[in-house]
């Protein structure tokens, strides 16, 4: 029987752009999951089976699992597969990143073969966003949702220079709706490696990421970066978590921090389905106003220009209410009232009194148990 080593959280927090193979030692593997994380998404271009097998090792160790990429999978899938399907830190397969329209008919033949060879662990293939095609993004989805993968996995960077992305809500809305179509779970990203003309990092910025992915229904939330990439072109990489000579950042940090503030309150979202999901305030293309109250909500008035996302959900016991704020800069005042038998739930997962006035933090969140 096949054993793995067990998760945190059923939502598993993963790092994209992880360590080294050469620096891939159980030490850097504590260090990675001290951090907060959980799955390393481990390329391993032009290396053997047996380093591969070599840093699974490593991982185990630790506590870490990977999902493993490897030009073998398209060359001589079987013999890697044969290799390393049994081991425990083993979480699934890396395929690709952004591929082209173009490219998925390739790739469905390299997921078809892997699939063949195992069964018992996902292929992971991350998908473009939608400012990153000039077709039908919509398209694109239902081609890739052919290859019949174990999850949809996409980037958004929506935090830019020049403030925040118009079509990102846009994207969680089609992204949301392909899951719910196909019945696949959905994996969504936050920046944490500064570049180009993303900036700097913050606990707003990475709240807002986070839990407006987390009121959409995400089931894994992917970093990107880990470790700093190289810089190339106009992509100047730099201040990851780990920078490129394997120091820790002042992003080591924040991560760590957000990441331990996210682990308090991943058991509720573990076990919830998000049912709707609605913003109040300004209302991003492709997304819906709120038309009414969720039950046993009497009144919600905000104050601030761009308003919250509302996203309700059920666990087998309660139904949910869940509120973020979409400011990144500013916080959000929220007048409620309610019915009798709401309370409110901390980050902790602890229960206190409904009150009539909230300030919410950029980027933050409220949940309140409905019924």
């Not at 939608?130 to 890739?144: C, K, P, V």
């Not at 998000?274 to 919600?300: C, E, F, L, M, Q």
Request: hydrophobic share 35%; charged share 20%; aromatic share 12%.
């Amino acid at each position: 029987m096949l054993t793995l080593l067990p998760l945190r959280a059923e939502i598993p927090i993963v790092a994209f752009g992880s360590i080294p193979i050469e620096q891939s030692t159980a030490k850097r593997f504590d260090e990675f999951r001290e951090a907060g994380f959980d799955i390393s998404i481990h390329p391993f271009w032009g290396s053997s089976v047996n380093d591969i097998l070599r840093v699974l090792d490593e991982a185990q160790k630790s506590g870490v699992r990977l999902l493993v990429g490897s030009n073998l999978l398209s060359s001589d899938y079987w013999k890697l597969i044969s290799a390393i399907k049994n081991h425990p830190a083993l979480y699934g397969y890396y395929l690709r990143d952004e591929p082209m329209q173009s490219d998925i008919d390739v790739l469905s033949r390299v997921h078809n073969n892997i699939r063949a060879a195992d069964q018992s662990h996902i292929c992971y293939l991350n998908l473009l966003p939608n400012y990153g095609l000039s077709t039908s993004y919509e398209q694109y989805l239902r081609l890739a949702s052919e290859m019949s993968l174990s999850v949809i996995s996409f980037d958004h960077y929506p935090i830019t220079t020049s403030g925040i992305r118009t079509t990102w809500y846009e994207n969680l809305e089609l992204i949301r709706q392909e899951s719910k179509r196909t019945n696949t779970p959905f994996w969504a990203f936050v920046l944490s490696t500064p570049h180009y003309h993303y900036p700097q990092p913050t606990l707003a910025s990475l709240r807002l990421q986070i839990y407006s992915n987390l009121a959409y229904g995400a089931r894994a939330i992917q970093y990107f970066t880990y470790w700093t990439p190289e810089p190339y072109d106009r992509y100047d990489f730099h201040d990851g978590p780990i920078d490129n000579a394997g120091n820790r950042t002042r992003n080591y940090d924040l991560v760590r921090n957000m990441n331990l503030e996210l682990r308090k309150i991943l058991p509720l979202f573990d076990k919830a389905k998000i049912s709707s999901v609605y913003h109040i305030g300004d209302i991003p293309y492709g997304t819906k106003r709120i038309k009414r109250t969720p039950a046993n909500i009497r009144k919600i008035k905000i104050a601030g220009a761009l308003g919250a996302i509302v996203s309700t959900m059920n666990t087998i016991d309660y139904t949910y209410m869940v509120l973020v704020n979409k400011d990144l800069n500013n916080t959000l005042r929220v007048d409620m009232s309610f019915r009798k038998g709401v309370v409110e739930i901390t980050k902790d997962l602890t229960e206190r009194d409904v009150k009539d006035v909230y300030y919410v933090s950029p980027g933050d969140l409220l949940i309140f148990r409905l019924a």
